[in-house]
């Protein structure tokens, strides 16, 4: 899946479903481990009870953001009205970028080999 979403030039995951305690935190500890921006929305998420999502979402914030649906809706309605006037396509790829979308590969690589250097 790694292979698939970097050839897609994908750098930041929206992550939801059940059991946020379960595979939802480990998915997003894991992409953010591989180096992806992630966000998980929080009221698209279940648990088997409140204690275990509530101290879930404690845990989460330390790979990453953890965010609601509804801000998550206002955000891709920001990007899709800003690539519209870019003349970019919603999906990246060669011709779909945007300049931000740069800025953030350039910021991950840079992320990248600081984390190399420091090793």
Do not use: F
């Not at 992409?31 to 009870?49: I, K, P, T």
């Amino acid at each position: 899946l790694d292979y698939v979403l970097r050839s897609l030039c994908i750098t930041q995951l929206v992550i939801c479903g059940q059991l946020i305690d379960q595979s939802v935190e480990s998915t997003m500890r894991h992409a953010a481990d591989l180096g992806y921006r992630v966000s998980a929305v929080h009221d698209a998420c279940a648990a088997s009870c409140g204690e275990h999502h509530a101290g879930c979402i404690d845990r989460l914030t330390a790979w990453g953001r953890v965010i609601s649906t509804q801000q998550i809706l206002e955000e891709l309605m920001a990007i899709g009205a800003t690539r519209q006037t870019m003349g970019g396509e919603i999906r990246g790829g060669k011709g779909g970028l945007n300049v931000g979308d740069r800025i953030h590969r350039v910021s991950r690589q840079q992320r990248n080999k600081e984390r190399r250097d420091s090793w």
